[in-house]
């Protein structure tokens, strides 16, 4: 079977092409640069063709995408060279250098032609004379069927590659073309732009979680109610170890169900911000307008991207900062390790706040872990410099978000949690039930009582601490018994609980991931690092707001 690799620069619409004409699902189409961090590969099943899609390639830049694609490259038949319309001219002088001589076959699909007001055609025809392969262009954004049936028979006549060689001078250049071009918008004010962009990242986080709310604070009544009020009653007389088992303390449903209530609208609303937020190109404004900002604590706009990934899931935040560059990433890990607060974090702190009858806390709460991630980010990295991955100037289009993408972006962001996240806590549940049942919850507090005397905590919170470094929303186990042991806690306490489960370290999971990503070294460093600026950060809290009471 004949194999075809996408290539282009970033943002051109390789993903969107690699979805039509593989006829995949539309979940990995993003509206920002980086958004593919693997290669995918996938059949054209009426072409016989294997199709390899890739990330985008990034020129003043040492990121793993971007050798990940050029190493690519060499493994395949043939290449679908992917230019924007816009810039084709350019971009194949670019681009053209970088194509393998041992390339067999080469087609161009140009992109975003429906940006282009006059001189389509002639951009089209310039690029088939000068390399003498099939070359089409197209709107890859609302690309249907009729566009794939006519892309298959270039695929199929694709005609071998000419010498890499650039465009001369020689060639009549195009002096007619005329596109439309990106809008211009508050974020490229200076100084009102950043503003406009903290606000935006605020509200993008803050109004899902707080919906959220509103909607677990409804239903939980109604399921206490009608499930585990009854259920309760039902299992009064069965065996001890049973009943405990499914509404103990740490029971599948009065604890399990519990968590399914709190932390499920989070992830729902927060994934389909972040969707809508993707594929409108509001991220990529933001992440612009940010970049001198970054610099100050050792990262650059391009790196913002991972970040907000980390506040839907810190795993898959880290495959993603593989578009960094090396000489930022692993100050891009440190602050998603640290400073981005996952869904299913999100939704057992807000679950926590709400038993103990402080929901507010939760406005000051996600300000606070920002800020100090990105202190503690500069404290263990040094600033960048303007002249190390200089951020991308070209502004990206922003446009209304397509009803399929975010829909299949939600899909996979609750199948991920249904399937993968609730079982795991359950599991916790299991275990956190038989080790209370078993006495060594108790233990496990009774000796650990003397470090947390140090922070003015009470020791029974241990369990809650210990659970949140396998699994951030494994602190729900101190949700039992309605939430009393919460209540009987003061405010600042409540807070630096909080605080505690959620940046003593990243979840077990996170912790393996950046191992495999990075090594075992970087992972056990990362590890130490945020151990030491969690354990500041408590001390301080402590020191200043509960010894002084």
């Not at 006519?150 to 650039?166: T, V």
């Not at 959220?212 to 039902?234: H, M």
């Not at 299913?344 to 402080?358: D, E, I, P, R, V």
């Not at 303007?386 to 289009?397: C, Y």
Request: charged share 15%; net charge neutral; proline share 6%.
């Amino acid at each position: 079977m004949q194999s075809f690799v996408l290539m282009g620069l970033e943002s051109a619409g390789k993903s969107t092409l690699f979805n039509l004409l593989t006829e995949s699902a539309a979940s990995d189409e993003r509206n920002f640069r980086g958004s593919t961090v693997v290669c995918r590969e996938g059949v054209i099943k009426d072409a016989g063709v294997s199709l390899v899609d890739t990330p985008g390639i990034r020129f003043q830049s040492d990121s793993e995408t971007t050798a990940l694609t050029l190493n690519t490259l060499t493994q395949h038949d043939g290449v679908i060279l992917v230019l924007r319309a816009t810039d084709a001219q350019q971009e194949w002088q670019t681009l053209s250098p970088l194509i393998p001589p041992q390339i067999k076959q080469l087609i161009i699909l140009l992109t975003f032609a429906d940006k282009i007001k006059t001189g389509l055609g002639e951009v089209t025809a310039y690029l088939g004379e000068i390399t003498a392969v099939p070359v089409m262009a197209t709107n890859a954004r609302d690309a249907d069927s009729h566009v794939r049936q006519a892309i298959l028979p270039l695929i199929l006549g694709a005609k071998p590659a000419p010498a890499p060689a650039p465009l001369t001078g020689l060639r009549i250049p195009i002096i007619n073309l005329l596109a439309e071009s990106p809008q211009h918008t508050l974020f490229e004010y200076r100084g009102w732009g950043q503003i406009a962009a903290i606000v935006c990242l605020f509200l993008l986080f803050a109004v899902p979680v707080w919906a959220a709310w509103l909607l677990s604070d409804a239903i939980q009544p109604v399921v206490d109610n009608l499930v585990i009020d009854p259920l309760k009653q039902q299992t009064a007389h069965w065996p001890a170890g049973l009943t405990a088992l499914f509404v103990g303390n740490y029971g599948l449903f009065s604890l399990g169900l519990y968590s399914f209530i709190w932390a499920f609208p989070v992830v729902l609303l927060v994934g389909l911000s972040l969707s809508l937020t993707d594929d409108s190109g509001l991220k990529e404004r933001i992440t612009t307008t940010l970049d001198p900002w970054l610099r100050k604590v050792g990262l650059s706009g391009q790196d913002l991207i991972p970040v907000l990934s980390g506040f839907g899931c810190n795993v898959v935040a880290v495959f993603q900062s593989r578009s960094c560059s090396r000489c930022t990433r692993q100050a891009c890990i440190s602050m998603i390790s640290f400073g981005s607060a996952c869904s299913y974090q999100t939704g057992a702190t807000l679950s926590l706040f709400n038993a103990a009858h402080h929901p507010w806390l939760f406005v000051p709460y996600p300000s606070l872990l920002f800020i100090t991630g990105a202190l503690h980010t500069r404290l263990w990295n040094r600033p960048l410099p303007a002249d190390k991955n200089p951020r991308l100037t070209e502004l990206t289009w922003l446009q209304w978000p397509r009803l399929r993408n975010v829909v299949w972006m939600l899909k996979n962001i609750l199948r991920q949690f249904l399937l993968q996240a609730m079982p795991l806590f359950l599991i916790i549940c299991l275990i956190a039930q038989g080790l209370d049942y078993t006495g060594i919850t108790r233990w496990l507090s009774d000796t650990s009582a003397p470090l947390l005397h140090l922070l003015h905590l009470p020791a029974e919170l241990m369990p809650g601490i210990i659970f949140s470094l396998f699994r951030k929303d494994g602190l729900m186990v101190l949700n039992q018994d309605g939430g009393s042991v919460l209540q009987s806690l003061s405010t600042p306490q409540l807070l630096l609980l909080i605080w505690l489960a959620s940046t003593l370290m990243a979840c077990l999971v996170t912790v393996f991931t950046i191992a495999r990503e990075i090594n075992w070294r970087f992972a056990a460093l990362i590890v130490a690092r945020q151990a030491l600026s969690s354990l500041a950060v408590a001390l301080m809290i402590s020191l200043i707001f509960i010894h002084g009471a």
